[in-house]
T-cell receptor
Framework: DQQVKQNSPSLSVQEGRISILNCDYT??????FLWYKKYPAEGPTFLIS?????DKNEDGRFTVFLNKSAKHLSLHIVPSQPGDSAVYFC????????????FGGGTRLMVKP | NAGVTQTPKFRVLKTGQSMTLLCAQD?????MYWYRQDPGMGLRLIHY???????AKGEVPDGYNVSRLKKQNFLLGLESAAPSQTSVYFC?????????FGQGTRLTVV
């Protein structure tokens, strides 16, 4: 039973538009959430995170929103660029310290020029 | 600054053979992890370590063993490889906040 789910395997967006990637979780003990970006033949790289005490965290073009009551988080990329084309993984942990991450299945984002 | 380094990057094994994957980190992180990535399933935790000399099972530990004799190294062993262990393996390390990942090892068991 997957505790972290990304229900959209793929997403296609036009350059300059907003990309919205969604993630749902079931474990109420999760306290810290992260998004990772992965290019082919490379390891995942950290993008942005959010603690459960917040409902929004912003870093440049990337914003993560957390809705604890719905057990849902989303990643917004504005504006989307062709270089953003990658697989995005949502991850969750019960603690920010020494975090064992539980990952979703990933969403492949394609940004078309 | 190397970060997290995995060796080898690619390997083909025959069923029943054994091998060890090496992970090294130079960030003095306490925590280290081994994940496997399979299509549509994200990354699943195999084993992890919260410090030198300690190891613990993750979500999918069967068929694997690990050792953390030195703080900077975390070894993943396959004693008798099976085709179901064909996957991409990622090592990661962390202290607080995000985990840092290596480049991955693509393992094929035939």
């Amino acid at each position: 039973d997957q505790q972290v789910k990304q229900n959209s395997p793929s997403l296609s967006v036009q350059e300059g538009r907003i990309s919205i990637l969604n993630c749902d979780y079931t474990n109420s003990m999760f306290d810290y959430f992260l998004w990772y970006k992965k290019y082919p033949a490379e390891g995942p790289t950290f993008l942005i995170s959010i603690s459960s005490i917040k409902d929004k965290n912003e870093d440049g073009r990337f914003t993560v929103f957390l809705n604890k009551s719905a057990k849902h988080l989303s990643l917004h990329i504005v504006p989307s660029q062709p270089g953003d084309s990658a697989v995005y993984f949502c991850a969750a942990s019960e603690s920010e310290a020494g975090n064992m991450l539980t990952f979703g299945g990933g969403t492949r984002l394609m940004v078309k020029p | 600054n190397a970060g997290v380094t995995q060796t080898p990057k690619f390997r083909v094994l025959k069923t029943g053979q054994s091998m060890t994957l090496l992970c090294a980190q130079d960030m003095n992180h306490e925590y280290m992890y081994w994940y496997r990535q399979d299509p549509g399933m994200g990354l699943r935790l195999i084993h992890y370590s919260v410090g030198e000399g300690t190891t613990a099972k993750g979500e999918v530990p069967d068929g694997y063993n690990v050792s953390r004799l030195k703080k900077q190294n975390f070894l993943l062993g396959l004693e008798s490889a099976a085709p179901s262990q064909t996957s991409v393996y990622f090592c990661a390390s962390s202290y607080y906040g995000e985990a840092f990942f290596g480049q991955g090892t693509r393992l094929t068991v035939v």
